[in-house]
């Protein structure tokens, strides 16, 4: 077997622009969307695109790694750099605020025929999260009982509630505001 070559730069732009009309396209159309579409919605022949991603089921399992890329990408920024009092909250809504883009690729996976497998990426988000929520118990702004098996729990069955059922951006954000309020440290009564 030889030692495959790193992509050539033209190349590594195309499969960007693939992607990125990827997401959108099976964001709006969901699994019926064809390659046809992304094709032409990313300025690419269709061949192009078969190069890349030789079936739909290549091209949504590449989309759902960048997604989950981002999610982990997106914890481990707030770990450097966010606020620790902030960023277990901040990222929790962004968890849920993003269910619905993952939510159509996992969708479009499901009707593929593909099980999505939680792999390294929901290790890393998950051990990410977990520092969040360990920062945010050090400085005093999220429950010291909140485990991070219970705090996965809720933002999945969050996150999960506002796909499934479409939830309005006021009903996202009134039930975020009542879950976070539940893992805030309990006032004296």
Known sequence: MTPSRPMRADAR???????AAAEEVFAERGASASTEEVASRAGVAVGTVFRHFPTKRDL???IMKLLRRRLVDRAEALIA?????TAFFDYFTYLVESSAEIGTVVGALA???????PGEQIKALTQAFGALLAAAQEVGTARPDARLDEVMALVTATAHGA????????LRRRTLTLVLDALRPRGDS
């Open 13 to 19: 732009r195309n499969r960007a622009r693939i992607l």
């Open 163 to 170: 796909l499934a059922a479409g939830w309005s951006a006021d």
């Open 111 to 117: 009707e593929e025929g593909t099980a999505v497998e």
């Open 60 to 62: 949504l399992a590449a």
């Open 81 to 85: 750099d966010g606020d620790p009092a």
